[in-house]
Every structure is written in structure tokens, then in C-alpha cells.
């Protein structure tokens, strides 16, 4: 079972060093959120293409906040 989770190249910005320190700042919160989702993942029921679409699904992830599968508390400032 393989998963790519493509991100920005943090080390490939460019700007002041307070955009850059962001820059791995966000990289690190991209990592840090894919792999909490994985690490929550019920594994022992999960086989074959079910796990394969899960580890594919946290890839596509753009930087959410929960689990792969839970919708997201509406915004207060959604319009």
C-alpha cells in the first residue's frame, strides 16, 4: 500500500524570513494534520481499496482540520 501526499516545497520559497518561517510552519501543520488523520483511521477494519481510498483521500486534503469523513462545523462567517 503506497500513499503521495504532495505538498509545497517550504524550502523552495521565496520571500522575507517571516514568510518562510510560515511557509514551514504550514508545511508542518499540512504533515501534522495527514498524519493525525491516518494515525485515527480504524485500520483493523479497513482492507484493500477501502484503505487505499482513505490514504488517497488524506492527500487531496487542503488543510482541514478533521478526520477525512466528518464534515466541518459551519463557519460563522459563511456567506
Known amino acids: 500500500m ?13 520571500g522575507d524570513d517571516a514568510q518562510k518561517a510560515l511557509a514551514f510552519a504550514d508545511a508542518y501543520r499540512m504533515l501534522n ?24 483521500a488524506i492527500g487531496q486534503d487542503k488543510g482541514r482540520h478533521e478526520p477525512v469523513g466528518v464534515a466541518a462545523a459551519p463557519r460563522e462567517d459563511a456567506a
Not at 498524519?35 to 488517497?56: C, V
Open 2 to 14: 503506497t500513499a503521495l501526499w504532495t505538498l509545497p516545497d517550504p524550502a523552495a520559497f521565496e
Open 33 to 56: 494534520n495527514r498524519i493525525s488523520i491516518f494515525a485515527s483511521l480504524p485500520l483493523a477494519t479497513l482492507q484493500g481499496m477501502a484503505l487505499q481510498h482513505r490514504l488517497d
